[in-house]
């Protein structure tokens, strides 16, 4: 596996050469009325305060208070409209952080709740960001609405990650004055560096919900890219250690699921199953900087539902990550792209190989669709001199299919062996907002399985003014022993892309090139390869109010696209758009697509390098979306796009409106609909006595319907209720079809081909997903779940177009429904420590 990798002296080299984070070593100081980077001074307390939403003046006014905030939006660099101060003490066990947020009219405060990480719900928030290594990249964000519920965000060059959670405690007040904040944030909950002195970037955020207000105590401009190297600073901590981090999430769950057996080949399997698991993950803190995450017998019963669709084109469909393990602190190991978690734990690379190992009289009587997952580990963090290092190891187990002969014995064929997934980072942050970042990933099969492995390396470089950035990289995919005539096949990918990132009037060009041998789909994700890529785009924006706009974003952009190899041309576009905020708060967007010329599609036909000529097409949108703090609003959105040489056109619509009943209860209901006429595509290929290839495509009426709900009744900060529902219903109806020319046209099917074309079915698709979760979160960290999922698949080929009758036959199919009850209990080392010591 290591005579795989990229030798480690390049590694080496890319340490050396890292760059130290900028110095701190220098004498701002806050003035009244000057909005430019600010440093307040904290103060170590002897007495921690209590979390009762109650400031008392004896603990919390030993420090200065920071004030004067100022607006990000609307009407960006003003003051804002309410007074607000804000305290931060530390102690040897936490950072405290308390504020008052003044309010000239406290009736007005909202204070809707939410499920935990939701943001900002229509309530008023308060929030700290603390860039504990101060490189104005890297920061913690805490956030509490008005109503208590908690959000916690890592943000990391550019990136948020709200799958992050963090152990900490907090209290609000709502009083004559307005309201109040307290926040205990342990160092368990943080990383920082070791020094006896240090200097943290700091930025308090207010959100004013009535008046859609949002400011910050060191002004953020919003014409200038990023938010992190925008903040402030403290001063004055002195003599803090990060403690043992050693925490521990043992959880046991129990699942019931029923599905009727309709399948008679599998003579043992029941309707009813059932299962109880146990099993923990850890987290222990190596030193002040690095975290080693463990997953041990993982259990991802209750991961939330995938939004499955009708996919007719020739490429994979990408879907979310919902697994908690692989979502929550990963920024550092996804940065280059080339790392898709879903591949863990995914179909086995031999699934659909089972058929062709068949012997004669035998058949398939079970091929699972997934791989189990025996464990996983990561280990990330971030040096004082910023080199952020990551590493990520995975484990699935060997996978069978059963498969039986006409005496009734079976034999095992294995679809996916024991296989080691690893990713290695490393991340160099420099001055201005610029990086270096090195990745490999590597995928490493048993039982002579092929092997895989990528490396890339990514540059960030920005200006002193962060005006102007060059992004460059490129990546080298190796695969062992997947070609039996070539050993290794390789392949490469690079870009180069330069912006101007700031100001009202932005622009940039990109260039990416991807080689015909280009794969990373064993731990990363690629939907084509094969492609060289230039664009340039350019827009202007109106940051302050003009007119009767509140802000105003136009943007213009062109794209020229071709073969690797062999060099062709592929298309070339230009796209217009525009969207503006009126001072209602109501938001509009349009936009206008234009192909001039054909574009040459050589991955449609599913033959490589036959080609597929499509016409020249034009397509236009329009979107609209109501003001959020009504107790009613409306997203709505248009589309429609036309081509004329086959007489193509498509149109689609959505109707998303939300209704808030009260503080407690919210629903939203989403619908879609849309249909495409003359929708021409691939449709089946054979060979005849010749051995000459004729694809076959057809003309067919795309019609999909799509409909949501999700509500949510949260009984109060710690525990709520939530309703995921989801029908998707997508017919493909043929009417004609046609036979591909060498030349990428259409002729129309013989009369000889319709032995073919009769075996082209019509496709009546649909999914239905119910996601029901009680959760309470009991104690900090730990949290009781139960999770009641409905799921429906049903594909056939005949057409329904009635809607009610579609509704009906879907649900007469066999459908699963799984019952589940999981308990975590969140255990913390120190506190353990000092309780077992009472």
Same mark, same amino acid.
């Given at each position: 596996?290591?005579?795989?990798?990229?030798?480690?002296?390049?590694?080496?080299?890319?340490?050396?050469?890292?760059?130290?984070?900028?110095?701190?070593?220098?004498?701002?100081?806050?003035?009244?009325?000057?909005?430019?980077?600010?440093?307040?001074?904290?103060?170590?307390?002897?007495?921690?305060?209590?979390?009762?939403?109650?400031?008392?003046? /004896?603990?919390?006014?030993?420090?200065?208070?920071?004030?004067?905030?100022?607006?990000? %939006?609307?009407?960006?660099?003003?003051?804002?409209?309410?007074?607000?101060?804000?305290?931060?003490?530390?102690?040897? %066990?936490?950072?405290?952080?308390?504020?008052?947020?003044?309010?000239?009219?406290?009736?007005?405060?909202?204070?809707?709740?939410?499920?935990?990480?939701?943001?900002?719900?229509?309530? %008023?928030?308060?929030?700290?960001?603390?860039?504990?290594?101060?490189? =104005?990249?890297?920061?913690?964000?805490?956030?509490?609405?008005?109503?208590?519920?908690?959000?916690?965000?890592?943000?990391?060059?550019?990136?948020?990650?709200?799958?992050?959670?963090?152990?900490?405690?907090?209290?609000?007040?709502?009083?004559?004055?307005?309201?109040?904040?307290?926040?205990?944030?342990?160092?368990?909950?943080?990383?920082?560096?070791?020094?006896?002195?240090?200097?943290?970037?700091?930025?308090?955020?207010?959100?004013?919900?009535?008046?859609?207000?949002?400011?910050?105590?060191?002004?953020?401009?919003?014409?200038?890219?990023?938010?992190?190297? =925008?903040?402030?600073?403290?001063?004055?901590?002195?003599?803090?250690?990060?403690?043992?981090?050693?925490?521990?999430?043992?959880?046991?769950?129990?699942?019931?699921?029923?599905?009727?057996?309709?399948?008679?080949?599998?003579?043992?399997?029941?309707?009813?199953?059932?299962? *109880?698991?146990?099993?923990?993950?850890?987290?222990?803190?190596?030193?002040?900087?690095?975290?080693?995450?463990?997953?041990?017998?993982?259990?991802?019963?209750?991961?939330?539902?995938?939004?499955?669709?009708?996919?007719?084109?020739?490429?994979?469909?990408?879907?979310?990550?919902?697994?908690?393990?692989?979502?929550?602190?990963? +920024?550092?190991?996804?940065?280059?792209?080339?790392?898709?978690?879903?591949?863990?734990?995914?179909?086995?690379?031999?699934?659909?190989?089972?058929?062709?190992?068949?012997?004669?009289? /035998?058949?398939?009587?079970?091929?699972?669709?997934?791989? =189990?997952?025996?464990?996983?580990?990561?280990?990330?963090?971030?040096?004082?001199?910023?080199?952020?290092?990551?590493?990520?190891?995975?484990?699935?187990?060997?996978? $069978?299919?059963?498969? =039986?002969?006409?005496?009734?014995?079976?034999?095992?064929?294995?679809?996916?062996?024991?296989?080691?997934? &690893?990713?290695?980072?490393?991340?160099?942050?420099?001055?201005?907002?610029?990086?270096?970042?090195?990745?490999?990933?590597?995928?490493?099969?048993?039982?002579?399985?092929?092997?895989?492995?990528?490396?890339?390396?990514?540059?960030?470089?920005?200006?002193?003014?962060?005006?102007?950035?060059?992004?460059?990289?490129?990546?080298?995919?190796?695969?062992?022993?997947?070609?039996?005539?070539?050993? *290794?096949?390789?392949? $490469?990918?690079?870009?180069?892309?330069?912006?101007?990132?700031?100001?009202?009037?932005?622009?940039?060009? &990109?260039?990416?090139?991807?080689?015909?041998?280009?794969?990373?789909?064993?731990?990363?994700?690629?939907?084509?390869?094969?492609?060289?890529?230039?664009?340039?785009?350019?827009?202007?924006?109106?940051?302050?109010?003009?007119?009767?706009?509140?802000?105003?974003?136009?943007?213009?952009?062109?794209?020229? #696209?071709?073969?690797?190899?062999?060099?062709?041309?592929?298309?070339?576009?230009?796209?217009?758009?525009?969207?503006?905020?009126?001072?209602?708060?109501?938001?509009?967007?349009?936009?206008?697509?234009?192909?001039?010329?054909?574009?040459?599609?050589?991955? /449609?036909?599913?033959?490589?390098?036959?080609?597929?000529?499509?016409?020249?097409?034009?397509?236009?949108?329009?979107?609209?979306?109501?003001?959020?703090?009504?107790?009613?609003?409306?997203?709505?959105?248009?589309?429609?796009?036309?081509?004329?040489?086959?007489?193509?056109?498509?149109?689609?619509?959505?109707?998303?409106?939300?209704?808030?009943?009260?503080?407690?209860?919210?629903?939203?209901?989403?619908?879609?609909? #849309?249909?495409?006429?003359?929708?021409?595509?691939?449709?089946?290929?054979?060979?005849?006595?010749?051995?000459?290839?004729?694809?076959?495509?057809?003309?067919?009426?795309?019609?999909?319907?799509?409909?949501?709900?999700?509500?949510?009744?949260?009984?109060?900060?710690? #525990?709520?209720?939530?309703?995921?529902?989801?029908?998707?219903? #997508?017919?493909?109806?043929?009417?004609?079809?046609? /036979?591909?020319?060498?030349?990428?046209?259409?002729?129309?099917?013989?009369?000889?081909?319709?032995?073919?074309?009769?075996?082209?079915?019509?496709?009546?698709?649909?999914?239905?997903?119910?996601?029901?979760?009680?959760?309470?979160?009991?104690?900090?960290?730990?949290?009781?779940?139960?999770?009641?999922?409905?799921?429906? +698949?049903?594909?056939?080929?005949?057409?329904?177009?009635?809607?009610?009758?579609?509704?009906?036959?879907?649900?007469?199919?066999?459908?699963?429904?799984?019952?589940?009850?999981?308990?975590?209990?969140?255990?913390?080392?120190?506190?353990?420590?000092?309780?077992?010591?009472?």
């Amino acid at each position: 596996m290591f005579t795989k990798l990229l030798p480690f002296a390049l590694i080496l080299g890319l340490c050396a050469g890292g760059a130290q984070a900028r110095s701190t070593d220098n004498n701002d100081t806050e003035t009244e009325n000057n909005k430019a980077s600010k440093t307040a001074k904290v103060m170590r307390t002897q007495v921690a305060p209590v979390l009762d939403g109650y400031l008392e003046p /004896e603990v919390w006014q030993q420090v200065k208070p920071a004030s004067n905030f100022y607006r990000y %939006d609307p009407l960006n660099g003003k003051p804002s409209s309410q007074q607000t101060e804000v305290y931060m003490l530390y102690d040897d %066990d936490a950072v405290y952080i308390g504020a008052l947020l003044h309010d000239t009219a406290p009736d007005s405060v909202l204070t809707q709740l939410g499920q935990r990480d939701s943001g900002e719900n229509n309530s %008023d928030m308060f929030g700290v960001y603390l860039d504990t290594y101060n490189d =104005q990249q890297n920061a913690f964000a805490f956030l509490i609405s008005a109503a208590g519920v908690q959000t916690d965000i890592k943000h990391s060059q550019g990136r948020e990650d709200w799958n992050w959670d963090a152990v900490w405690e907090s209290s609000v007040k709502t009083h004559e004055k307005g309201w109040t904040v307290e926040m205990r944030i342990p160092y368990g909950a943080i990383r920082f560096p070791k020094a006896e002195v240090q200097t943290w970037g700091v930025n308090y955020m207010r959100v004013i919900r009535r008046n859609r207000e949002k400011s910050f105590w060191s002004h953020v401009d919003n014409s200038v890219s990023g938010l992190i190297n =925008q903040a402030g600073r403290v001063i004055g901590i002195e003599g803090v250690k990060s403690p043992v981090r050693l925490q521990f999430m043992p959880y046991v769950s129990g699942y019931v699921n029923h599905y009727p057996n309709k399948d008679n080949s599998e003579t043992d399997a029941k309707d009813f199953t059932h299962s *109880v698991n146990g099993g923990m993950d850890v987290k222990y803190g190596i030193n002040d900087a690095f975290t080693l995450d463990v997953t041990l017998i993982p259990d991802f019963g209750q991961t939330q539902s995938d939004n499955q669709v009708l996919n007719l084109g020739p490429f994979e469909v990408k879907y979310s990550e919902n697994r908690q393990f692989f979502t929550e602190g990963t +920024e550092l190991f996804n940065k280059a792209g080339l790392f898709y978690s879903r591949r863990i734990g995914a179909r086995p690379v031999g699934y659909g190989s089972v058929e062709d190992q068949l012997e004669e009289g /035998e058949e398939i009587t079970r091929n699972p669709v997934e791989t =189990q997952l025996l464990n996983a580990a990561k280990v990330s963090g971030r040096t004082r001199r910023g080199l952020g290092i990551g590493l990520f190891n995975a484990f699935t187990g060997n996978t $069978h299919a059963t498969v =039986q002969d006409s005496t009734g014995a079976t034999r095992e064929v294995l679809t996916d062996p024991f296989t080691n997934y &690893n990713v290695f980072v490393l991340d160099q942050t420099l001055p201005r907002n610029s990086y270096v970042t090195f990745t490999n990933t590597n995928v490493t099969r048993a039982n002579g399985f092929y092997d895989a492995n990528v490396t890339g390396l990514r540059m960030r470089f920005a200006d002193k003014r962060n005006m102007f950035a060059l992004t460059t990289g490129g990546n080298l995919s190796q695969l062992y022993g997947k070609d039996e005539e070539n050993g *290794v096949k390789l392949g $490469h990918q690079y870009s180069v892309n330069l912006s101007k990132i700031s100001g009202n009037l932005r622009y940039g060009v &990109n260039h990416n090139v991807e080689s015909d041998t280009y794969d990373i789909n064993d731990l990363g994700f690629l939907s084509n390869n094969n492609e060289v890529r230039t664009s340039a785009s350019i827009s202007y924006n109106f940051y302050q109010p003009v007119w009767k706009f509140l802000s105003w974003s136009n943007s213009f952009s062109v794209g020229h #696209s071709m073969l690797y190899d062999p060099s062709k041309f592929i298309a070339f576009d230009m796209n217009a758009s525009s969207s503006v905020r009126f001072r209602n708060f109501i938001s509009l967007w349009m936009g206008v697509g234009l192909r001039p010329g054909e574009r040459y599609d050589y991955f /449609e036909a599913r033959t490589f390098p036959q080609v597929f000529v499509q016409p020249p097409a034009v397509s236009t949108n329009i979107g609209i979306s109501s003001d959020y703090r009504r107790r009613l609003a409306l997203d709505a959105t248009a589309n429609f796009w036309r081509s004329r040489r086959y007489d193509q056109n498509s149109w689609s619509f959505s109707l998303s409106p939300r209704f808030r009943v009260n503080d407690k209860f919210s629903i939203v209901n989403g619908n879609s609909y #849309s249909i495409g006429k003359r929708n021409i595509g691939f449709a089946d290929k054979y060979e005849d006595a010749g051995q000459n290839t004729h694809i076959l495509f057809g003309d067919r009426t795309l019609t999909t319907v799509s409909t949501t709900i999700s509500s949510a009744y949260i009984f109060n900060e710690r #525990s709520g209720l939530t309703l995921n529902m989801r029908h998707y219903w #997508s017919r493909a109806a043929y009417k004609e079809f046609f /036979e591909l020319t060498k030349e990428g046209l259409l002729q129309p099917a013989t009369a000889e081909q319709g032995v073919y074309t009769s075996g082209i079915n019509n496709i009546n698709y649909n999914t239905f997903t119910m996601d029901l979760v009680y959760s309470w979160r009991f104690a900090p960290g730990s949290e009781l779940r139960v999770v009641w999922k409905n799921f429906i +698949e049903d594909r056939s080929s005949q057409i329904e177009n009635r809607y009610f009758d579609n509704m009906s036959n879907t649900f007469a199919v066999p459908q699963n429904n799984n019952f589940s009850v999981k308990l975590l209990y969140f255990i913390d080392y120190i506190a353990l420590r000092n309780v077992l010591s009472a």
